[in-house]
């Protein structure tokens, strides 16, 4: 369903130059940036700076060029490439502007390679459709380019012989596109539904049965159910009623299955459909809650000896808050800080939300919670903070101070362990 409309900006071309590749070096290049003037007169260190960002900024633009005429390249790797460039550079920086008259080339360009390419290239063109209506944000321009590519994504996910790389990957980009750009809650509905078919597939039968799938299937479920309890987020209080009534019962089955990433996916939103419940009736308690309550506790305190130590220590995690969160109505707030701000994860509802953006926008999420109205937007942080150069050297604090700072952390980490480990007592049989 679609967010606040992002504010149009006008587009600046260039000069073709010939393009090099993509690196590290030009992610770090300042692509929209907003300064004061405080004085007429500017020094020529300050003219050379200017020139210098400038130069760097064209070069930077001039790359994205290369990498969208890449996109139609004979050639499946330099395709791949450039689906990866572009990818790379969406995720770090924003681009409204250069990408507005862009957008349906781009468009093009991932449909295209979603519908002839193969593996690699369609996980990457269903990414960078993502990374594209991020960008845009919510409005008419991101509508076009969902319109284009939504039907395509379908085919692709309910196509039994397609890559089942690239079936996860679609499952994925239309929960999160639809998400950005759907602006009709009936054809919100009708994805659901979609991703509906594909992970009730793994529910137990009514005789406690389930059909075994492979790895990489139950793969696919999990992404269709992750993408499905993202779309939940944004629904009226009417359909999470009708969700808890054919869901509720049954999600609890997905508990059981082999797969670690599942059985997170399917804790976590059995811990998304209690919140939304109790939103609509603080009260709320299902009747097989005492069950439920069982087999979550079990989780949190696995220790079956054929299952992976990294994967118990994941599963263990996660399932201690989502026992809380079935049993308390509790939620273990995370604090993300960017810039000079802050942002609290105070429910599950925003951690859905910010988990699938972050999986599209990775390292560069921060700067997108800075500078994205869209994102901050979804996240209610108002318009973007501008904090003056001067500002921001003001509040770094030294290496040593760091240090001192670190060290402390780690004494008082270290002492609430300690107090922990004290508490534990080995209960035998006398």
Not at 11 to 18: D, S
Not at 367 to 393: C, W
Not at 394 to 423: G, Q
Request: aromatic share 8%.
């Amino acid at each position: 369903m679609k967010m606040p409309r992002s504010k149009k900006r006008s587009n600046r071309g260039g000069q073709q130059r010939a393009v090099q590749p993509f690196s590290d070096e030009d992610a770090s290049i300042e692509t929209l940036s907003r300064c004061s003037s405080f004085s007429d007169t500017n020094s020529v260190a300050e003219e050379a700076g200017e020139v210098s960002e400038d130069v760097a900024q064209e070069d930077f633009q001039f790359k994205l060029k290369g990498f969208i005429d890449s996109t139609v390249d004979k050639s499946a790797k330099t395709r791949q490439s450039a689906l990866d460039g572009l990818k790379t550079a969406m995720a770090t920086k924003l681009l409204y502007e250069f990408i507005l008259d862009r957008r349906m080339t781009v468009t093009d360009s991932i449909e295209r390679c979603l519908k002839k390419g193969k593996g690699e290239e369609q996980r990457a063109a269903a990414s960078l459709a993502c990374l594209l209506c991020i960008q845009l944000g919510s409005g008419i321009e991101s509508e076009e380019v969902f319109k284009t590519l939504k039907p395509v994504f379908k085919t692709i996910l309910n196509d039994g012989a397609a890559n089942i790389q690239a079936r996860q990957a679609c499952a994925t980009s239309l929960g999160v596109c639809s998400l950005v750009a759907e602006d009709d809650i009936l054809d919100v509905y009708a994805t659901m539904e979609c991703f509906e078919s594909l992970f009730s597939r793994s529910y137990a039968k009514a005789d406690g049965s389930r059909a075994a799938f492979g790895p990489q299937t139950t793969v696919l479920h999990t992404h269709a159910l992750l993408a499905w309890a993202l779309l939940l987020t944004i629904c009226p209080a009417s359909e999470v009623q009708n969700v808890l009534r054919k869901h509720l019962p049954r999600m609890p089955s997905l508990l059981e299955s082999e797969d670690v990433n599942m059985r997170i996916a399917a804790g976590e939103t059995i811990a998304l459909l209690f919140e939304l419940a109790r939103d609509l009736d603080p009260d709320f308690e299902p009747e097989e809650l005492e069950p439920l309550c069982g087999k979550l506790n079990a989780l949190a305190t696995d220790c079956n000896k054929h299952r992976a130590k990294n994967d118990k220590r994941k599963q263990r995690s996660v399932f201690r808050d989502v026992l809380r969160a079935v049993e308390e109505g509790d939620f273990q707030t995370e604090t993300i800080r960017f810039g000079t701000e802050r942002m609290d994860i105070d429910c599950w509802v925003r951690k859905r939300m910010y988990d699938a953006f972050r999986e599209f926008v990775g390292s560069g999420m921060n700067y997108h919670l800075q500078a994205n109205e869209f994102i901050r937007d979804v996240f209610e942080l108002g318009p973007p903070v501008m904090v003056d150069s001067a500002t921001l050297k003001a509040m770094k604090i030294s290496r040593f101070e760091r240090h001192l700072y670190n060290a402390a952390a780690f004494k008082a980490r270290t002492k609430a362990r300690s107090k922990v480990r004290d508490k534990r007592v080995d209960v035998g049989e006398f």
